[in-house]
């Protein structure tokens, strides 16, 4: 059973940084792309980075481009997202997400991302 587990949010003030890590366990993600998304309360989730299983694609939101990083470590089977320069609109529940099918390319589009994490929320006061 593939789990993806986050941590790392929290409150924080406008302009601080947070890095948010997600632990996978029940399959190996090497192979895999990988993805953040948010919810905040009242919107649909979107769509904040992903990354390619190779490590060498990465996209981002343009809400977060050049505030946020994606990153994976594959030997600790983990995804992070370092954010900096945070905003109050920033505040949203944060869910990683995990591709179905190895080697394919990263999407955007958060269905077709089959494993997603229970979330974690990051608040930033302004």
């Known amino acids: 059973q593939v789990q993806l587990v986050e941590s790392g949010g929290g409150l924080v003030q406008a302009g601080g940084s947070l890095r948010l890590s997600c632990a996978a366990s029940?399959?190996?993600?090497?192979?895999?792309?990988m993805g953040w998304f948010r919810q905040a309360p009242g919107k649909e989730r979107e769509f904040v980075a992903v990354?390619?299983?190779?490590?060498?694609?990465?996209a981002y939101a343009d809400s977060v481009k050049g505030r946020f990083t994606i990153s994976r470590d594959n030997a600790k089977n983990a995804l992070y997202l370092q954010m900096n320069s945070l905003k109050p609109e920033d505040t949203a529940v944060y869910y990683c997400?995990?591709?179905?099918?190895?080697?394919?390319?990263?999407?955007?589009?958060?269905?077709?991302?089959?494993?997603w994490g229970q979330g974690t929320q990051v608040t930033v006061s302004s």
């Open positions: 029940g399959r190996t993600i090497s192979s895999y792309a």
């Open positions: 990354i390619s299983w190779s490590v060498t694609r990465t």
């Open positions: 997400a995990s591709g179905l099918t190895p080697y394919s390319e990263p999407q955007i589009n958060s269905d077709t991302y089959t494993y």
